[in-house]
């Protein structure tokens, strides 16, 4: 199994962008900048293109819903790259955004090795971003939830970062090797996007009478789809016995340990309100999702092919 | 002002601001009031050995969140191994009025320099 940090790809990385002094130069200026050597989306392609990986039915199917997941998500705080409350936020909820855009892109890069087009070849993540229908789309509903408030995103962002981390830090030990390889490097940085969640709950809860109420208040709008997160079927069954996935359900009991813990550090409560139905694993989602998309594939269906 | 440029009070700006605001962000429906979020220096140090070298400033309503954002800001491009945030106010700045008498008098004074020793044949490393 390769590592990101220790992985083969060393030979296709970009180390030409370097514009500093690589290694502990003394002459390194503050400002140095290295890509540094993690897994990236071009890596899985060259393997996937090379037929050194392809992953079965069933992990391209795990894989294209864990991507669908990041891509809404990663779509929807996009939305606030010039509209956060300051300038320094702006660039936090871009760089989560940006975060969850290459695990997107690993994740369908890797389902797309699966679901190979009729002439034979490997469908491509833009192909699977652009070009799929709304009842397509694998992603659960808390991901295509509205923005709303600030204090709603990051009711949404603190449920998701709390999951994810849950879901990629046992994701690190499948039997897939890449699966194993993405969830290794999404797992650092959804670590930081729990942190900056977490204090924000802290801080919203803590600030003003507004500020508090608008807490709450977002809570209670993400809360109903909470339970879908946690909610195993068939598929990731079968992936979980085989050691390739993680049952969402095993995932619970941390997820709510740790979550009460900070919401009972900002003293608030858990909402206490009915869950949707669910069905986003199946195509069946809330009524915001087609606007997602129509936003998000416009440009791509209008000049197929096209490159910016 | 003091004579050699060590004001009391720092020549940045940053005086304006009001430390003893509640640590909180402002509530989204008022109007922008940046008295609330305080000025931070950041430092930040490229590698192991390295000293820590002013990279720029931000806004942070309180030290954890302004830690927080200068990672955002300032290592997104794998430029660091540690950050220092120090709150603007509290960096006493040398007068930029006073830089003859600060800065310009050590010229011309090259017995300060180590240059009338003649250097021994065979040490390296001088």
Redo the contacts between chains.
């Keep these: 199994m390769s590592t990101p940090e220790t992985s083969t790809h060393e030979s296709t990385g970009h180390g030409d962008i370097s514009t500093g002094m690589a290694g502990?130069d003394?002459n390194?200026?503050?400002?140095?900048?290295?890509?540094?050597n993690a897994l990236r989306p071009e890596d899985i392609a060259l393997e996937v293109k090379t037929g050194l990986v392809k992953p079965s039915g069933d992990v391209a199917e795990y894989a294209l819903r864990l991507g669908d997941d990041a891509l809404i998500l990663e779509q929807r705080l996009g939305h606030w790259i010039s509209r956060a409350?300051?300038?320094?936020?702006d660039?936090?909820l871009g760089?989560i955004a940006l975060d969850q855009l290459g695990h997107a892109r690993s994740f369908l890069t890797y389902a797309g090795a699966g679901m190979p087009k009729e002439d034979g070849t490997a469908t491509s993540e833009d192909e699977l971003a652009y070009f799929r229908r709304e009842h397509e789309f694998r992603s659960v509903q808390l991901f295509e939830q509205p923005n709303g408030?600030?204090?709603a995103t990051i009711a949404r962002q603190f449920v998701v970062s709390y999951y994810q981390y849950e879901l990629y830090r046992r994701l690190t030990e499948s039997t897939d090797s890449t699966l194993a390889a993405i969830a290794a490097k999404a797992v650092k940085e959804v670590d930081?996007h729990r942190?900056?969640s977490s204090?924000w709950v802290l801080?919203?809860a803590?600030?003003?009478e507004?500020?508090r109420k608008?807490m709450i208040h977002g809570l209670r709008l993400m809360w109903p789809y909470v339970n879908e997160l946690f909610q195993d079927d068939d598929l990731t069954q079968r992936l979980a016995e085989a050691g390739a996935a993680v049952a969402p359900s095993s995932l619970r009991g941390d997820f709510d340990r740790l979550v009460t813990a900070v919401l009972s550090e900002a003293e608030l409560e858990v909402p206490d309100v009915p869950a949707a139905p669910g069905g986003g694993r199946y195509g069946k989602h809330s009524e915001h999702l087609g606007y997602i998309l129509a936003e998000m594939q416009v440009l791509a269906r209008e000049h197929p092919g096209a490159s910016w | 002002m003091s004579p050699h440029g060590n004001p009391e009070t720092p020549a940045s700006s940053a005086t304006e601001i009001n430390r003893e605001a509640p640590k909180a962000s402002p509530a989204p429906q008022e109007h922008h009031d940046r008295g609330a979020w305080g000025l931070w220096e950041v430092f930040v140090r490229s590698s192991r050995g390295l000293s820590h070298v002013h990279a720029g400033s931000l806004h942070a309503p309180d030290a954890a969140m302004a830690l927080r954002n200068a990672r955002d800001l300032y290592t997104r491009r794998n430029e660091g191994v540690s950050i220092w945030v120090v709150p603007a106010d509290a960096i006493a700045a040398s007068d930029p009025d006073s830089k003859g008498s600060f800065f310009e008098s050590p010229q011309g004074k090259d017995y300060r320099h180590a240059t009338y020793y003649t250097k021994s044949e065979g040490v390296k490393h001088l």
Excluded: K, M, V
Aim: charged share 25%; net charge negative; glycine share 12%.
């Design positions: 502990g003394s390194a200026s503050a400002t140095r900048i290295t890509p540094g409350p300051e300038l320094e936020e660039i936090a760089n408030d600030f204090a930081y942190d900056h204090q801080r919203l803590g600030g003003t507004e500020s608008r």
